[in-house]
């Protein structure tokens, strides 16, 4: 069964206090790995897709790589701004132009000034 | 660019009652849009994909009957909540696919309420 697991469920870090958040997925098939954001009463925002193992993306204070197994969300000296609950979801394979997203149950940061 | 507009953000409805939420591509088309719930401090669940004027597939689970989906053009695509009970009460979530390199984008979801 494909399978999409988060950790921690829940991480609390002092501003500029650097950390990693975790994604892994046993499922047949990967087209992609893709992290959101989520903030409260809010759809998700994208932030990156991840295609193949050894993959890294940056954006600002966040850096996401990808490996056969697993998938790190790393966060560098964060700021207040950036709390909110982080998503990953995998895209399975098959024959459609637009896969179906599978998404883990999420991590909730909260950075603390 | 690639915004999708999600209408209403907040509804509350009476027990029995129907409820419609639009899902708008706003500067491009979408040909697959996908329906999501979701439940207080949890994650995403897949409830369907709806396809321009095709009939939408639904997950496992949902009940097509009370999830009516319609994608009639390649900007539109509505969900309706049919005979609304307390259960149906959730956090809607539409997506559309932007190609490979581009994810996913969302709408900003519809807090149901049935009293």
């Known amino acids: 069964e494909d399978q999409v697991t988060q950790s921690p469920e829940a991480l609390r870090l002092q501003e500029g206090e650097s950390s990693s958040l975790n994604c892994s997925y046993t499922?047949?098939?990967?087209?992609?790995l893709f992290w959101y954001r989520q903030d409260p009463g809010k759809g998700p925002e994208f932030l990156f897709t991840?295609?193949?193992a050894g993959e890294e993306k940056e954006k600002e204070r966040l850096k996401a790589t990808l490996t056969k197994k697993e998938s790190f969300l790393h966060i560098t000296a964060p700021k207040p701004e950036d709390s909110a609950t982080y998503l990953c979801?995998?895209?399975?394979?098959?024959?459609?132009?637009?896969?179906?997203?599978?998404f883990g149950q999420g991590t909730i940061l909260t950075v603390h000034p | 660019g690639a915004v999708v507009s999600q209408h209403p953000s907040r509804v509350i409805c009476k027990s029995g009652t129907s409820v419609k939420i639009e899902c708008r591509s706003l500067d491009f088309q979408a040909t697959t849009m996908f329906w999501y719930r979701q439940f207080p401090k949890k994650s995403l669940m897949l409830m369907a994909t709806s396809n321009e004027g095709s009939k939408a597939t639904y997950e496992q689970g949902v009940e097509k009957d009370k999830f009516l989906i319609n994608h009639a053009s390649l900007t539109l695509s509505t969900l309706t909540v049919t005979s609304a009970h307390p259960e149906d009460s959730s956090f809607y979530i539409c997506?559309?696919?932007?190609?490979?390199?581009?994810?996913?984008?969302f709408g900003s979801g519809t807090r149901l309420t049935v009293v």
């Open positions: 997506s559309a696919g932007l190609g490979k390199f581009y994810g996913y984008t």
């Open positions: 979801a995998v895209l399975l394979g098959g024959g459609t132009s637009y896969g179906k997203l599978t």
């Open positions: 991840l295609y193949s």
């Open positions: 499922v047949s098939g990967l087209r992609g």
